[in-house]
């Protein structure tokens, strides 16, 4: 059975260096493919001369969303597996890019923050019924083919829930693309010790410092017994992706330590766990 990636989101997030990297990592990709014609790409991708079981359709971002939605619907209906993609960022950096790039916003009509603003109206629904949602606004190209890789990079998508546990600082802004938040500012915080402040919480005498802390072990306890209970209801309702972010002040130290140590829980719990630190070197 054909297993499908279904690549769209809002103009300027990435589409075209999601479809070349996937390509890359061996994909077979279809680009800007109208969605009447995702159900016939289906019945040849299940033919008998098929050669690539692996597919990546790249869908645009001004088709109507009722027809990606229906699209969709059909595909998953001929039992093949299917993943939603959606490509977001916020609308400052999409204004910076288009701008840096003179090209045209499919939607402009008027201003392109208004065409932007009118492109994210109209693919909400697809956002929020997507798989997976990742936010490129901090992202360059090397930054989104590398996640790109580590998530769609082995043989096949399978039927397992993929877990990533990602730190970030709140001063740099929180994360666009999580499905969970765990504040990590109530504990002692390494910054304010000379000796640990060039460090990071990847750095052992940073994870010593906070593991010294009962209130370390407490957090961590029962952040697992509530991880216990909600990473198979998120896998029973068929979820595919869950993103649990880890945030304190700067994304260095703390939220590091912490995502470090409940990936690690996770991994040995037979989670497929992927680990990323967004702002340790901020």
């Not at 790409?41 to 008998?48: D, I, K, M, T």
């Not at 002692?188 to 750095?203: F, V």
């Amino acid at each position: 059975m054909s297993d499908f990636i279904l690549i769209t989101g809002m103009s300027g997030a990435g589409r075209s260096q999601a479809a070349n990297t996937l390509e890359d990592l061996g994909w077979f990709v279809i680009d800007n493919l109208p969605p009447a014609l995702i159900p016939r790409v289906a019945e040849l991708a299940h033919g008998p001369r098929s050669q690539n079981p692996r597919v990546a359709l790249v869908v645009g971002a001004a088709q109507s969303a009722d027809e990606v939605a229906a699209a969709i619907s059909e595909l998953r209906s001929s039992g093949a597996t299917v993943r939603v993609l959606f490509l977001d960022a916020v609308t400052d950096v999409l204004v910076r890019r288009y701008e840096s790039t003179k090209r045209r916003h499919p939607l402009t009509e008027g201003s392109l923050t208004a065409a932007i603003e009118q492109e994210r109206m109209l693919l909400s629904s697809v956002r929020e019924s997507a798989d997976m949602v990742i936010d490129t606004s901090s992202k360059n190209n090397y930054d989104l083919r590398a996640q790109l890789a580590d998530l769609f990079g082995g043989d096949a998508l399978g039927d397992s829930m993929q877990t990533t546990v990602m730190s970030f600082g709140y001063k740099f802004g929180l994360p666009g693309d999580v499905d969970v938040v765990i504040d990590c500012r109530f504990l002692p915080n390494p910054h304010y010790d000379e000796a640990l402040r060039p460090l990071s919480g990847l750095d052992e005498p940073v994870v010593e410092f906070l593991s010294n802390e009962p209130l370390t072990t407490e957090f961590l306890v029962r952040l697992e017994n509530l991880l216990e209970l909600l990473v198979p209801a998120y896998r029973a309702e068929g979820k595919s992706y869950l993103t649990i972010a880890m945030g304190c002040t700067g994304g260095r130290h703390r939220s590091v330590a912490m995502a470090e140590a409940l990936s690690r829980t996770l991994a040995a719990s037979g989670e497929t766990v992927r680990v990323s630190h967004r702002d340790i070197e901020k």
